[in-house]
């Protein structure tokens, strides 16, 4: 089955305590990307990658990291997790260039983070 | 960048009836315009979309329009069923060379009311 896989599903944390989400898809997309989703605010890009060791920043990357070493694997990092990063994530993969190419973007089920 | 704006933010419609949920965007360069349903508890999931050369698309239910002058497109939803229900979000993505980031709108919560 196609799917975007993340983890953890849910998470609390403390401040501080560097924390990685996994996100790992199996449909050979060379597109990944992160958004995170608060009440309010819709959708925003975190991140995104276009191909292994090529990412770059999307709207809101101040205090997350990201790396592709392996196509399959987009890992999003929170190197000092703050309360403002509290909220709902998501991953999301799509073949070749992603919404450039108009091709459909998948996402994973999301991880609730709650940094306290 | 890009800027979406969705409208409403929330929408309450009887079982049968039509729904219409309309989104603004700023980039004129902007020409892929996908519609996302996200139910409680799981990630968006594509239900249509449409390209720039493109005015309409319709799949069984669901509709999308475009209007690239005034840069506005629009999700119809007839004879709602209560499995309707959910978030909607619009985003909208520009073409060409390093265009790779998808802009979305702020969502609509649906509720179809049996």
């Known amino acids: 089955e196609a799917q975007v896989t993340q983890n953890p599903r849910y998470l609390i944390t403390v401040t501080g305590k560097k924390l990685t989400v996994t996100c790992s898809q199996n449909?050979?997309?060379?597109?990944m990307s992160w958004y995170r989703q608060d009440p309010g605010l819709g959708l925003r890009q975190i991140y995104y990658?276009?191909?292994?060791?090529?990412?770059d920043k999307g709207d809101v990357p101040e205090g997350y990291k990201v790396s592709r070493k392996e196509k399959r694997n987009f890992p999003l990092i929170l190197e000092s997790p703050s309360p403002n990063q509290t909220s709902l994530y998501f991953c999301a993969s799509s073949l070749g260039t992603g919404p450039a190419s108009g091709n459909t973007i998948y996402f994973g089920e999301g991880s609730w983070l709650t940094v306290v | 960048g890009e800027n979406v704006e969705q409208h409403p933010s929330t929408l309450s419609v009887q079982e049968g009836d039509s729904a219409v949920i309309k989104c603004t965007y700023s980039d004129s360069a902007s020409n892929y315009f996908p519609w996302y349903k996200q139910e409680l508890g799981k990630g968006p999931q594509l239900i249509i979309d449409i390209r720039s050369n493109v005015g309409e698309k319709k799949d069984q239910r669901i509709a999308v329009t475009l209007n690239k002058t005034a840069k506005h497109f629009s999700l119809h939803i007839t004879e709602t069923q209560p499995e309707d229900s959910a978030v909607y979000f619009c985003a909208a993505s520009p073409s060409g060379a390093g265009s790779y980031q998808l802009t979305f709108g702020k969502g609509t919560k649906l509720s179809v009311i049996p």
């Open positions: 449909m050979n997309h060379e597109y």
């Open positions: 990658s276009m191909n292994v060791e090529v990412t």
